[in-house]
């Protein structure tokens, strides 16, 4: 199974994993790196502050390795997470504020 496929499954699986996406980020981002039936993963993603961080990255590594040794049928060792940024919940507008 090629490398992007993997990647997508783990990206789609990271998202999944995620209690609550932060408003107006990108969707976690992975890159994959295949070796006969390996794979190790790399997740970039964006998240609340303040949150539990290593609650949700736990999550994030937990439901990635299973998802794709269960799609892709592939042992995943290890699930890097990359915190890209940290999205305050107190700075962003509240719905109403982004009415007027």
């Known amino acids: 199974m090629a490398d992007r496929v993997v990647a997508k499954i783990a990206a789609r699986a990271a998202g999944e994993a995620l209690p609550r996406a932060p408003?107006?980020?990108?969707?976690?981002?992975?890159?994959?790196?295949?070796?006969?039936?390996?794979?190790?993963v790399r997740i970039s993603l964006e998240l609340d502050y303040p949150s539990d961080l290593g609650a949700e990255c736990a999550a994030v590594r937990r439901t990635v390795a299973a998802r794709v040794e269960e799609l892709a049928g592939m042992t995943v060792p290890e699930v890097d997470i990359d915190v890209e940024r940290l999205h305050s919940t107190h700075t962003q507008p509240s719905p109403r504020s982004r009415l007027r």
């Open 23 to 40: 408003r107006d980020v990108a969707p976690p981002h992975a890159t994959v790196t295949v070796h006969h039936d390996i794979a190790r």
